[in-house]
Nanobody
């Protein structure tokens, strides 16, 4: 059974950092590009970052470029999102997701709140 489980969210001050993790199981993780999405109340879901199946290629939304880093460890079936220089507008529920048109698997999400 496919599972994606996010962790690492929490409350941080502006300018602070958080590291999110996503543990995958139940599928051939190394065959899939992976993504992080986020959704804030009243806003549409936003693609934050994408990483290719090998980790060779990475892409970021303009709003997080230079501040966030996506990475993966295929041996551990893990994908990560390192978030630095956090801003209040980064506040959202963050989700990891397989990047596949036929097999779209979502995690349950983890809350990130950036506030003084």
């Amino acid at each position: 059974q496919v599972q994606l489980v996010e962790s690492g969210g929490g409350l941080v001050q502006p300018g602070g950092s958080l590291s999110l993790s996503c543990a995958a199981s139940g599928f051939t993780f190394s065959s899939y590009a992976m993504t992080w999405y986020r959704q804030a109340p009243g806003k549409e879901r936003e693609l934050v970052a994408r990483i290719s199946s090998t980790g060779r290629m990475k892409n970021y939304a303009d709003s997080v470029k230079g501040r966030f880093t996506i990475s993966r460890d295929n041996a551990k079936n893990m994908v990560y999102l390192q978030m630095n220089s956090l801003k209040p507008e980064d506040t959202a529920v963050y989700y990891c997701k397989t990047d596949s048109p036929r097999y779209a698997y979502w995690g349950q999400g983890t809350q990130v709140t950036v506030s003084s």
